[in-house]
């Protein structure tokens, strides 16, 4: 038995007739690999940003459903949290802007977000503003997020800071309700 074996691997070092596909096919796997961690990395990375926004837009659907209730701050991160599906530390991970517009002279909540920074304490609130009646309201969350592969296809494509987070952002326009 060990001598057929031995005779097979043996034939089977000898053989050159396969040589040639041996270097395509050192070159096309790690692009294949590759290929294969954008795939998950975009498909959860979509998912992700689905989850924030629905999140989001169920939240404000409350708020403008239910303006005698008083909301605040906590309370819309935590509706946002809980009607996300899950996304990862959500409470920690999530920062929300929101402020009043004139829709006759607009003007739009800052171009960067004002986002967390996990090894860093939470700054101060900035712009917020729960709104009066018929009202309206630009509601921003930005949520930061664990690539799945940081340093490989898309996930590297995305950026992160210094803690290795990406950052998305969902915003929401909406009016308040009379009471």
Same mark, same amino acid.
């Not at 001598?3 to 396969?18: D, H, N, Q």
């Given at each position: 038995?060990?001598?057929?074996?031995?005779?097979?691997?043996?034939?089977?070092?000898?053989?050159? /007739?396969?040589?040639?596909?041996?270097?395509?096919?050192?070159?096309?796997?790690?692009?294949?690999?590759?290929?294969?961690?954008?795939?998950?990395?975009?498909?959860?990375?979509?998912?992700?940003?689905?989850?924030?926004?629905?999140?989001?837009?169920?939240?404000?659907?409350?708020?403008?459903?239910?303006?005698?209730?008083?909301?605040?701050?906590?309370?819309?991160?935590?509706?946002? #949290?809980?009607?996300?599906?899950?996304?990862?530390? #959500?409470?920690?991970?999530?920062?929300?802007?929101?402020?009043?517009?004139?829709?006759?002279?607009?003007?739009?909540?800052?171009?960067?977000?004002? #986002?967390?920074?996990?090894?860093?304490?939470?700054?101060?609130?900035?712009?917020? /503003?729960?709104?009066?009646?018929?009202?309206?309201?630009?509601?921003?969350? #930005?949520?930061?997020?664990?690539?799945?592969?940081?340093?490989?296809?898309?996930?590297?494509?995305?950026?992160?800071?210094?803690?290795?987070?990406?950052?998305?952002?969902?915003?929401?326009?909406?009016?308040?309700?009379?009471?």
């Amino acid at each position: 038995m060990i001598t057929r074996l031995k005779t097979a691997l043996s034939r089977f070092r000898k053989e050159e /007739s396969g040589a040639a596909y041996t270097v395509e096919f050192v070159i096309m796997l790690p692009l294949l690999f590759i290929s294969f961690a954008f795939g998950v990395e975009l498909t959860t990375h979509s998912n992700r940003q689905f989850q924030l926004d629905h999140g989001l837009e169920v939240t404000t659907r409350a708020i403008r459903l239910n303006t005698a209730s008083q909301f605040t701050h906590d309370n819309i991160k935590e509706t946002i #949290c809980e009607f996300s599906g899950g996304l990862d530390e #959500c409470d920690s991970r999530i920062r929300l802007e929101m402020i009043p517009v004139n829709p006759r002279d607009f003007v739009g909540l800052p171009a960067m977000p004002d #986002c967390t920074n996990e090894p860093h304490p939470v700054n101060p609130l900035r712009g917020w /503003s729960l709104g009066q009646q018929h009202e309206l309201m630009l509601l921003r969350a #930005c949520y930061k997020f664990s690539p799945v592969f940081g340093s490989l296809g898309l996930g590297k494509l995305l950026g992160t800071d210094d803690a290795g987070l990406g950052t998305m952002v969902s915003m929401s326009a909406f009016v308040q309700e009379p009471r």
